[in-house]
């Protein structure tokens, strides 16, 4: 199994606001708001923080007040969105150790249409390197390393084959997971497909394979 990347928490740079007000947090939000739309719209390099401050409504002295530059802004974007991906979309195992996919399946579909314009931003980011690259490894590496411990414990259950080696499942799991999700939702690929149809059928792959009932 590849090594999980770190990633630091975000935290306002040297110098920057944290926004402890109400006032504060209502404008740092809306920057954060703003930002999303930008980059969802112009793609993370063609924008920038007048740009995002324009969408804002406010002046780009008052985002730097908040954030270094948009890499940092962008950071904080990230904090919110794989917090929350870690927290709503883990797989939980049943009574007998058996995997039950379909409500996490349906809570990422949820989660990746919301923050469309973040994922896009953030593929356009992946090559070459970036800081933005581990940012992304270190999401994967963790998604896969949950799925090995679900799988470890099916195996403990004895309801997955001992013979399966966890790592590349896991890895063939979060795959699945990612990427029907970015071409549906963010290339655009068969709109028609329902978020229930989507899930129901990762999920019946997930649980019971490929074989016809018996």
């Not at 969408?55 to 990230?78: I, M, P, W």
Request: proline share 3%; net charge negative; with cysteine.
């Amino acid at each position: 199994m590849t090594p999980i990347a770190s990633q630091a928490r975000w935290s306002p740079a040297a110098g920057r606001s944290l926004a402890s007000s109400s006032r504060g947090r209502r404008t740092r939000d809306k920057v954060l708001e703003s930002a999303i739309v930008v980059f969802g719209e112009r793609g993370f390099k063609a924008s920038t923080v007048l740009d995002i401050a324009n969408h804002a409504g406010t002046a780009s002295g008052t985002v730097y007040q908040y954030f270094e530059d948009k890499n940092d802004l962008f950071r904080c974007l990230l904090q919110d969105l794989t917090d929350r991906l870690y927290q709503e979309t883990r797989m939980p195992v049943d009574t007998n150790g058996r995997l039950v996919a379909r409500e996490s399946v349906l809570a990422y579909l949820r989660l990746y249409r919301d923050h469309a314009s973040i994922f896009r931003a953030w593929w356009e980011l992946l090559e070459p390197r970036t800081e933005f690259t581990e940012s992304w490894l270190a999401l994967h590496n963790r998604s896969v390393g949950q799925m090995v411990a679900v799988i470890n414990d099916g195996k403990k259950w004895g309801a997955i084959r001992q013979s399966l080696n966890p790592e590349i499942t896991a890895e063939l799991i979060v795959a699945a997971f990612e990427r029907p999700v970015y071409v549906k939702d963010v290339l655009g690929w068969s709109n028609e497909i329902t978020d229930e149809e989507l899930a129901g059928l990762i999920s019946q792959l997930l649980e019971e394979g490929f074989a016809a009932p018996i």
